[in-house]
């Protein structure tokens, strides 16, 4: 109903578990990691728990986009299933032939078997992923571990991966099932989002539906983290209510009283009969109210036809995949010659002359600049990936951006709460260098940790081969590539496979993890866009550098 109304492209608060509209956390990535690291690992259990709504189905859907092409997935999400019917299942899942009309455990398991021995044979690796696995009765689970029996002398030949609530760690701590709860290999607890994540997953999902409006202002984050107790589904039931009212009533954003409206419709909770402003949810009421809408909504997008895309003065800056046109050529930063020693800023404000709805495009212009790119506006990452580049956006804090040692767009704060962006273009101990709305400004880091949000993006040049994952088992000159960057870090070591067809095999993920180890990423051996960045921090000696030449020292 609202879609419309507030500009979005699709819903923003779908209980649908869309993995693009996966906000990752450092718990979120984290558990992303342990399951990564299953479907790579040597066989075995992993477990993923959390709490109904924490997000486990989101982060699972999002694993199902990096299988790597060598790995055969099983994917049952509806558990509650007798043994007879499980094993069934998985063998139509894998598309494994068994007799007609089949109802032997034996059967049933030897058609298994002999798909893994297949499967293994030429070089593939099979996981099962089981949702909702708290519905698993301990005959099913025993079950499970029997599969994991088939082995060869280097690895298991199934791999699985448990997902549940928190009832089904207890139900692991049982005696009767101590013999699976050894085979654990990795286990996580994915937990609700802390109060500081609420805004950030809130934008996010803003971000991705298509808007840069601030529907749900910074100061209702508090309330809303009270209310949902920081869990996903409940965030998203609430927001996607308050829309609702906000729409019914013909506001252009949400507040405090409609956020608290809507807590009342979605926990079920009767309001006094004296307050009969409360809105009800219903066809009846959008109907006696539609004439009013409409002039509403008529007089607001009247008033906000000068620039369509663009947020007003008073909102949030639009993220980096606005669709912002850039009316006129973004000035060239003054010449900055005094160096980080100049006196710094005590307070970053965004120039009042300036439009701040210019803010995201005057950032990503200068960042394009470091990189000998133009930007000309509309989705950063986009026009990156035609510059043979690609960006990263994500949450962190300076160490992150010392690591990468690249120029970074970041969000910042007024001191009003307002957002604006800004491109952070050198790094010492005690200075950060910023671009904001075309003026070079050097700021205190402890004024930097005021008013920066954590959020970054930051660009960096792809391999050769334009890939942004490398997989185990995978050949040519990816593999290659990979090989020689990673000797690069190895005090010049050659190490690399010098055949014509070199292999990503055991040798070279332990090359992988020993240098993720080294950089501080988490040892799993996958080569993704975090570990491809720092290889190419090592080896990319033409690209723009965030720390002196001398180590930002």
Not at 171 to 183: D, G, I, K
Not at 209 to 226: D, H, I, N, V
Not at 413 to 422: I, L, M, Q, V
């Amino acid at each position: 109903m609202y879609l419309s109304y507030f500009g979005l492209a699709e819903a923003p608060f779908s209980i649908a578990p869309d993995p693009r509209y996966l906000y990752l956390t450092r718990s979120h990535q984290e558990a992303l990691a342990h399951l990564l690291y299953g479907v790579n690992g040597d066989g075995g259990f992993v477990l993923l728990t959390g709490e109904v709504g924490a997000g486990k189905t989101t982060v699972c859907r999002c694993l199902l986009e990096q299988i790597p092409d060598t790995c055969d997935v099983a994917y049952i999400f509806n558990p509650r299933l007798t043994v007879e019917e499980l094993l069934s299942t998985i063998c139509v899942e894998l598309g494994i032939t068994c007799p007609p009309d089949n109802a032997s455990i034996k059967v049933f398991v030897d058609c298994i078997n002999a798909y893994l021995l297949d499967a293994n044979a030429k070089g593939r690796h099979t996981v099962l992923i089981i949702d909702e696995a708290q519905n698993l009765s301990a005959e099913v689970l025993e079950q499970m571990r029997l599969l994991t029996n088939l082995e060869t002398n280097q690895r298991k030949l199934l791999q699985i991966i448990l997902l549940g609530q928190p009832e089904l760690a207890k139900m692991l701590e049982q005696p009767e099932l101590r013999q699976l709860a050894q085979r654990i290999v990795a286990r996580y607890h994915l937990g609700a989002l802390s109060k500081a994540e609420v805004g950030p997953y809130v934008r996010h999902r803003l971000d991705v539906s298509g808007t840069q409006r601030q529907l749900f202002p910074e100061a209702l984050m508090g309330q809303l983290y009270r209310l949902s107790k920081g869990v996903p589904r409940v965030i998203n039931v609430l927001c996607d209510r308050a829309l609702l009212g906000a729409y019914t009533q013909g506001k252009e954003r949400v507040d405090r009283a409609t956020l608290a409206r809507a807590a009342h419709e979605v926990f079920g909770q009767q309001a006094a009969p004296t307050r009969k402003t409360l809105y009800a949810f219903s066809a009846t009421l959008i109907l006696v109210a539609g004439g009013a809408l409409a002039l509403g909504a008529h007089q607001w997008v009247q008033r906000d036809t000068v620039v369509s895309t663009a947020p007003p003065a008073t909102e949030e800056p639009a993220a980096p995949a606005e669709q912002i046109a850039v009316h006129k050529a973004v000035p060239e930063p003054p010449k900055d010659d005094s160096g980080p020693s100049e006196k710094s800023s005590d307070t970053l404000a965004w120039p009042a002359e300036v439009p701040r709805a210019q803010s995201a495009a005057m950032a990503y212009a200068a960042l394009f600049r470091a990189w000998g790119a133009e930007y000309r506006g509309g989705d950063a990452c986009q026009q990156a990936e035609r510059a043979g580049l690609r960006c990263r956006t994500a949450r962190g804090g300076l160490d992150e951006l010392r690591e990468a040692n690249r120029p970074a767009v970041i969000r910042l704060n007024d001191g009003d709460g307002r957002a604006f962006y800004a491109a952070l273009t050198r790094l010492d101990d005690r200075i950060a260098t910023l671009s904001v709305g075309g003026e070079t400004r050097p700021v205190a880091l402890g004024t930097l940790a005021v008013q920066w949000s954590g959020h970054y993006t930051v660009l960096w040049r792809m391999p050769p081969q334009g890939r942004e994952y490398i997989q185990y088992g995978e050949r040519g000159p990816a593999v290659a590539w990979l090989s020689s960057q990673l000797a690069q870090g190895e005090d010049g070591a050659t190490q690399s496979t010098t055949n014509g067809n070199p292999v990503f095999d055991d040798a070279l993920m332990q090359r992988v993890k020993q240098f993720q180890l080294a950089q501080g990423l988490i040892p799993d051996g996958i080569v993704g866009p975090q570990t491809l960045i720092r290889l190419n921090v090592v080896s990319d000696r033409s690209a723009p550098k965030l720390l002196r030449e001398d180590g930002g020292s």
